[in-house]
């Protein structure tokens, strides 16, 4: 494509170096710079891609998107934010494929992956190829690919829907978060069917107060052609209400009557009804709806049973806000007779009003709360644990090293009793002092249980 398109597309108000070139790829990251790219000099938390310009260009970049001029000799599209211009462009260099793909997104602070995961199977019930983009599995035109943030940059994003529709893709499954709607990821997205799940407290590290958190979910739904709305939920009522052609339901709805789900606790049949309500809505005929819900036994870290050999109940869960946890342990409470057992921690440089709200829950709802750590990331484990605790350890166990913790949980469970891992479900690393090491809380309690 012609560097002229994307002056046009950006209104870049200067160019540098301006020269007749052909682009042939986009990148913002200089690993990811292939041969006559058009680079986007983006400002990121730790590093301003500005001061990458001229490694880019080294890999083989041909243009930049700039918000000041650099000083390299290659054309310059000077504009005033430069992760604004990524999505015009990249839509633009993708041929806009949401216009041709289906995109059926589900957002909320809860729920997200297992109602897309229950929506791909529906969809592959009803004999549609769909991608998948969610924070545990990526599928494109059929392939497994390796997983990143949950909602991709806006280049990668674009290039997956492209890729997906040159598979032979009709549709994909998503997660859309809030934060990627803050950041602009997901303009020039256009979705067919946008589901809400719920709102909760998370991300306030990031969007700072529950309204700022709302009006990021609200603006999705200026690009959605249909809107599915758990209205069981307070945002979710007043979502509702502001959207007065949504499609609406809570956890009595009969979306998902005569169907056998196999995920327990009530969060998931919300799940499955507000799943059955977005295909529905994509004109799937209901035959298809209950083999796809049906076809679904569980989903990777997600009240997923660990099962070997035991007389007791194991159950690892992704459950890291205060309802989350909330509603896996009262799930949990009903799968033995015995004690309920419960690992848990909270997670380092994110919302840390959230910490003792799931201390408060853990201690609350379990006859045994062992406090660990989740991905402490670069702040010190003593000092999350002790945000979780309030500064009184009494009503815990505490043991910070996850592995002791869960092999401490094991070795305490009797006949009848529920142990549930919660807070990283089916992540393979543990973030600790600035590293990711091998670390997955399913595997863990494997070996735990073989002992």
Do not use: W
Request: with cysteine; charged share 25%.
């Amino acid at each position: 494509m012609n560097l002229e398109r994307f002056i046009a597309a950006l209104g870049a108000d200067e160019v540098v170096n301006e020269a007749p070139i052909e682009i042939h790829d986009l990148a913002y990251a200089t690993d990811a710079v292939a041969d006559r790219s058009l680079f986007f000099c983006v400002r990121g938390a730790h590093v301003d891609g500005h001061e990458l310009a001229a490694r880019a260009v080294a890999a083989g970049a041909a243009a930049l998107v700039v918000e000041h001029p650099v000083d390299v000799a290659v054309p310059q599209l000077v504009v005033p934010d430069v992760r604004a211009a990524m999505p015009v462009a990249a839509t633009l260099f993708f041929d806009d494929p949401t216009r041709t793909l289906d995109v059926v997104a589900v957002t909320g602070t809860n729920g997200k992956t297992t109602t897309a995961f229950l929506l791909h199977a529906i969809l592959a019930a009803a004999g549609r190829h769909a991608g998948l983009l969610t924070n545990i599995e990526r599928r494109v035109g059929g392939e497994q690919r390796p997983t990143g943030l949950n909602t991709p940059e806006a280049i990668d994003l674009q290039r997956l829907f492209r890729e997906m529709l040159d598979g032979g893709d009709d549709s994909v499954v998503m997660e859309a978060t809030s934060i990627a709607k803050a950041q602009g990821r997901l303009e020039g997205t256009r979705f067919a069917v946008l589901v809400f799940t719920n709102l909760t407290q998370d991300h306030l590290d990031f969007h700072g107060t529950m309204e700022d958190y709302y009006a990021a979910k609200r603006a999705m739904f200026d690009h959605a052609d249909r809107a599915v709305v758990n209205v069981g939920d307070e945002y979710g009522r007043r979502l509702a209400a502001e959207l007065p052609d949504a499609i609406t339901f809570d956890a009595t709805s009969d979306a998902a009557d005569d169907i056998e789900l196999a995920l327990p606790g009530s969060f998931n049949r919300e799940n499955a009804i507000g799943a059955a309500l977005a295909a529905r809505a994509l004109g799937v005929d209901a035959d298809a709806i209950r083999r796809g819900i049906e076809s679904v036994r569980g989903v990777p870290g997600r009240f997923e049973p660990i099962e070997e050999g035991q007389s007791f109940t194991v159950i690892v869960d992704y459950a890291h806000t205060p309802d989350s946890l909330e509603n896996v342990l009262r799930a949990a409470r009903g799968v033995g007779d015995g004690k309920l057992h419960v690992v848990f921690g909270a997670g380092g440089d994110r919302d840390r009003s959230k910490r003792p709200l799931m201390g408060r829950v853990a201690a609350d709802l379990s006859d045994h709360a062992i406090l660990t750590s989740d991905n402490p990331r670069s702040e010190e484990p003593e000092a999350i644990a002790a945000e979780v605790a309030e500064g009184d350890f009494s009503r815990f166990e505490v043991e910070l090293d996850r592995r002791r913790a869960i092999e401490l949980a094991v070795s305490e469970a009797r006949a009848g009793d529920v142990v549930v891992i919660a807070g990283r479900g089916a992540e393979p690393e543990q973030e600790l002092a600035g590293a990711r090491i091998p670390f997955d809380d399913r595997e863990v309690a494997r070996a735990a249980l073989r002992r």
